[in-house]
Every structure is written in structure tokens, then in C-alpha cells.
């Protein structure tokens, strides 16, 4: 069973984070992309540490230390040049410097402010479009009817605080409403991670963790690839309940003043918009 009173940073130490993050991102940079020839038949997907320590001007030996978790200290520099070779994004950078110590998290969780009753009534005002307000580790702190009704079983089971990430991939309606389950799913995991990163010993991200490693098959599958994203606006096919034919919705994140890990989204459906455009231009 989950032992959910162990900081995130004791179950995962971070010198064999750091070494993992950066195995599953050698393996996915092939010798074509930089500039290496195809010799011979390889046995591992990706680059060779070796090739990867060329590359990036490091000795082969102490790079295959770092990958191993071994007790060593990676300059900025150095880290900065491994992130190059291996084409890593803005986010997944700010990740590997923080796995490597150079952001280094507080000690101690954050304290949860709980949300005052003029902003946890935000949602309300937006009717009828579909809104809710999440904490860091996806906790629906408040949402409106429309939520409910678009995303069904939300607030269950009633015994815990409803979380975005349970719904999607604990609730079975989950699959039937994200027309694009899989790819939304790995999204939003991969978003956890880099929260879960920045938050090392609060249990709130252990928690949840721990759940969906228990209970999801593909949690425990997708965890160990490292993939990690910010939290961003975009769009997603859904299929409201009573509808077979998806949905395109866009969806707008805007992070609390005062509390920024707290992010009110709100679902804007795109058909919706486009007639109120139409309505607008026959008014003017």
C-alpha cells in the first residue's frame, strides 16, 4: 500500500530522478537529429551516454555517474549543454534544473489558503459556460453547474476532495466524454509532474500520486517517461453528456493573484462562439 505520509522527495530521491529524467530523454534523441552517423546495429532506442557526453563536451564517465544517481553536483553550465544536445523545451529545462538543485524547492508544503467567498463564487458568475477553480495538484476547489453537468461523477466519491486528475482517469465516463482520452490524460499527468517537482515534500501531490499509480494502469505506465508540461489554454474535443458527436471546446486559464497555483479554467464551446460573433456583427 501507499505510504502517504512520505514526502514525494524521500519515495523519489531526487539524484535518481534527475538520473532517470535524463535516461528517458537520451533515448528519445536519435543520432540523425544530431548530426551522428548510423553505425552498426544498436541495442538501445536514442543516443549512447557516451555519444551524449561528446555532444555535450562532458566526460563519458561522469555522465554515466550523473544517470546513476551518483552523489555528484552538476553545474548550471553543464546542465544547460545536456539540455541543448537533447532538445529539451523550455519546461522540461526548468525540470532538470530544479531535479539537479539549482531551484531548489522550499522545505516545507506551502500553506493552502482556502479560496474567500467572493472568489470561490467566480465560477458561478460565468454560467452557462462550463468553470471550475483547481489547486496545484488538480483539487476542484469550486466549479459551477455547467462543470458538473460536462464533466459527470466529478465530485465523487464523496468522501475526498473532488480532483480533476481522479476524473480523468479513475471515472469509466471519463473516456466517453475526452474524445481524445489518451493524449488528453498524458497531458495532464505530465503537468502533475512538473508541479509534483516543484512541490517535493507536500503529501497533497504524494497523495495523489500514490492513487493513481495504485489504481491506473496507465498512470503507472506513463509515470516513468518523465514527461513534463505547464499548465496552458488550448482546446479539447468533449462529447456532452447526451451527445455522440464530439464537442470542440476552448478552454482559458487565468492563475490566481494571490494564490498562483490556483487556476480558474473556464469551456467556451467554439460553435457557441462562433454564432455570438454572428450575432454581434449583424448588431453592429
Do not use: C
Not at 549512447?48 to 564517465?61: K, P
Not at 532538470?96 to 516545507?108: C, I, M, Q, S, V
Not at 505530465?190 to 500514490?210: E, K, N, S
Not at 469551456?267 to 450575432?279: I, L
Request: hydrophobic share 35%.
Amino acid at each position: 500500500m501507499p505510504n502517504h505520509s512520505r514526502p514525494l522527495v524521500d519515495q523519489l530521491d531526487r539524484r535518481q530522478e534527475l538520473g532517470a529524467f535524463l535516461r528517458s530523454r537520451r533515448e528519445r534523441v536519435t543520432p540523425d537529429e544530431v548530426g551522428l552517423p548510423q553505425t552498426g546495429r544498436r541495442r538501445t532506442p536514442g543516443l549512447r551516454r557516451e555519444e551524449l557526453a561528446l555532444l555535450a563536451g562532458i566526460s563519458a564517465t561522469w555522465y554515466t555517474y550523473l544517470e546513476q544517481g551518483r552523489e555528484i553536483r552538476a553545474s548550471e553550465q553543464v546542465l544547460e549543454s545536456l539540455a541543448s544536445v537533447l532538445r529539451l523545451n523550455r519546461h522540461e529545462r526548468d525540470h532538470l534544473l530544479r531535479l539537479a538543485g539549482h531551484h531548489t524547492p522550499p522545505t516545507d508544503p506551502e500553506p493552502f489558503e482556502p479560496l474567500t467567498t467572493e472568489v470561490a463564487s467566480v465560477p458561478l458568475l460565468l454560467r452557462p459556460h462550463p468553470a471550475y477553480i483547481i489547486d496545484g495538484n488538480y483539487d476542484v476547489l469550486t466549479h459551477n453547474q455547467p462543470a458538473a453537468d460536462l464533466f459527470p461523477n466529478l465530485t465523487a466519491p464523496a468522501d475526498r476532495p473532488p480532483n480533476f486528475l481522479r476524473w480523468v482517469f479513475l471515472e469509466p465516463l471519463a473516456r466517453d466524454v475526452l474524445a481524445d482520452w489518451e493524449p488528453e490524460a498524458r497531458g495532464l499527468l505530465a503537468r502533475l509532474r512538473a508541479l509534483a517537482g516543484r512541490h517535493p515534500t507536500d503529501p497533497r501531490y504524494t497523495r495523489i500520486v500514490d492513487e493513481l499509480h495504485e489504481h491506473s494502469p496507465e498512470a503507472r505506465s506513463w509515470w516513468p517517461r518523465y514527461e513534463v508540461q505547464a499548465r496552458h489554454s488550448g482546446r479539447k474535443r468533449l462529447r456532452p453528456p447526451g451527445r455522440t458527436i464530439p464537442v470542440t471546446y476552448t478552454y482559458t486559464a487565468f492563475h490566481l493573484a494571490e494564490q498562483p497555483e490556483q487556476t480558474l479554467v473556464i469551456y467556451f464551446a467554439e460553435a457557441e462562439a462562433e454564432a455570438e460573433a454572428g450575432a454581434d456583427a449583424g448588431a453592429g
